[in-house]
């Protein structure tokens, strides 16, 4: 793999006509020069190394943010919104008592021109340790992005939507997303990130969260994530945690197609704490390689991760739980527990939890398993006249229940239901 | 009045030790209506549960001979979910336990196996029937929402099969060993639940090592069971006697060489 001359030129010339700042100009070079340079994220146990995911052939600016519309004066009623396709924004909804609290939410090509500080300030800031091939590639060729700043004290109670739509209707379209997230000390913020794909053509997508949380704020993040069969997926989501503060998410990740992903929140403030809960179902020839960590870096910091996956078919699914408590963090806790339920003796599924603990005064545990559906549980169902299929969704449901009745929306977790209930009876 | 009939039953499992099937009944024979109590009694081992469990059509259980009749056709080859929607019930020794779904969800679902698309039942009517059935058995409402049997004592995963008795009403209920682990409250509860359902509409095979919950819920026919086969069937009666003699005079009265593994 090499940069030519005319794919860095062509870069510069666009970012330069799109009037990106220089500092970003200049960062996505390094990060261009970078990608040649580093390897992949290591997923444990799961081989991905031929995937090409950093293709070198083309690359699409960021739009600017001329086409969209902001509705504004809508009444608070409303809920916040952000719709976006390809790199276009299309609808961008705020209400009006949450724009006047200087909320901020817009595409990136608007944040880098009108919040360019903002943005200076936060950027990579949770992504620090994130030295690989494939966070560099985001850097470099960015071509979708959104920016949220929430200020100190603000509470956003409603659930912000971002809608994200790939474009998948021409070849060598891939869609480069990151989404900056800001929260200020004291503050709240709930996001909902639904992520799909438009058109059937074979494209890439790496789409990066990155989430900066100040003292005392929180985060509650849900991702719907429902990428098609076509498109080869590789997705971060990284969040940085102040003092005191808590970033939780709950990741439902029912791509179709092939994905690498890599979840980690650092709990760097006293105090901190995380809840990491992935949900995730892989069907057909599918292959899925999850890693999810939570690193506790203060003291008294909180961490937990919960994993359950299905697998159907010759599909393969490995979870990774990646507890990583630091030198110095004592009094930290970091409990884990990642499980996967085999519908099929064809798939290939792995649920390997890893401590890593550098300091002695802390709690972590762990649980891990890899079965089938219980037999039992299924005659059980089935001698009181329910047939086997829904039987079988039962006892699968039952399984993600734990994960999905601790969704606190109610529309969300409708979301879900119906999302997991197409994957499992299509497949795709 | 419906009829269930059990001919010549051979039923075999497969015998992990020896590799190779084991039989366990060794030539049952039966005859249910609606309308009849029946017990079916004998020492441990003997192959009680396996009757109810092939009766069923738990996959473990090989049938080798005969056949089962529910209203003259044979079930033998219907699949569990079916053989339940014909109108059989087996109430587990023990039931299993289901995470993430909730009694109330999981009762609804198998009322609603049972009723046509256009048919599924109401959201007041399954309350009313459900409160009324719940008074019955002196069962607490939150169980309702808990999820399927997890955590319940062995005393309330009891009392929650009677209560999904209740509210499917099946033509034929088999209760294995619905009377281990209660004690005399529970038993009492339980026996007043199956009280509840007998009339012309019901049949049910009590499978009871003891005679016990059969001062309760007097049967009108007692089997005894003894080395895969049905040694001897009379009244109530027979139960009492039963207990006094125990299974050893039993045995020894049919000239029967089995191991008795609790000699009482």
Known sequence: MEITPEFRSRLITMAKQNKEPDWFIKQRLQALQQVVQLNKPVIQRFKYQNWDLTPLTEFIPLTTAGAFSTDNASPSALNPRLIQFESTTIRVTLPTELLSQGVIVCDLMTALHQYGDLVAKYWGQALKDNSDQLTKYNEALVNNGIFIYVPEEVNSKQVLQLELKSNSKHEQQPFISRVLIVTQANSRLNIMQHQITSGTQVNLANCVVEVVAAENSRVEFTALDEMAAQTLTYLQRQAVVGPNARVNWSIGLFNYGDTVANFNTNLMGQGSSSEAKVVAISAQKQRLGINTGVTNGGQHTEGRIAQRGILLDNSELVFNGIGHILHGASGAKAEQENRVLMMSNQAHGNANPMLLIDENDVVAGHAASVGQVDQQQLYYLMSRGIDEETAKRMVIRGFLGTILSELDNKSVRKQFSETIERKLTNGY | ?264
């Open chain 2, 1 to 264: 009045m419906a009829t269930l009939e059990i001919k010549n039953l051979h039923v075999s499992v497969a015998d992990e030790e020896a590799n190779q099937p084991k039989e366990i009944l060794k030539g049952v024979n039966l005859l249910m209506r609606t309308g009849e109590i029946h017990a079916i009694m004998g020492p441990n081992g003997t192959g009680k549960s396996t009757l109810s469990e092939t009766i069923m059509g738990q996959p473990a259980y090989q049938v080798t001979q005969g056949d089962i009749l529910l209203d003259g056709e044979s079930i033998l080859e219907m699949p569990v979910d079916e053989r339940a929607r014909r109108g059989l019930f087996l109430a587990m020794q023990y039931p299993a336990e289901i995470q993430g779904v909730t009694n109330a969800e999981f009762l609804r679902a198998a009322m609603n196996a049972r009723r046509t698309e256009a048919n599924q039942i109401g959201v007041m009517e399954f309350l009313t029937t459900l409160d009324h059935n719940l008074a019955l058995l002196n069962m607490d409402e939150a169980m309702i929402e808990r999820y399927l049997n997890e955590g319940f004592s062995g005393g309330e995963k009891k009392r929650n099969e009677i209560l999904q008795l209740l509210m499917i009403k099946p033509a034929f209920a088999l209760l294995d060993e619905i009377d281990s682990g209660l004690d005399i409250d529970a038993l009492q509860v339980v026996s007043k639940g199956v009280n509840s359902l007998r009339g012309d509409q019901f049949g049910a095979l009590i499978i009871t090592h003891y005679q016990r919950l059969l001062k309760y819920i007097v049967p009108d026919v007692v089997h005894i069971m003894m080395d895969g086969r049905i040694v001897k069937t009379g009244g109530a009666e027979l139960a009492k006697q039963l207990e006094n003699e125990g299974y050893a005079g039993l045995r020894d009265e049919f000239n029967l060489s089995v191991d008795l593994m609790d000699e009482n």
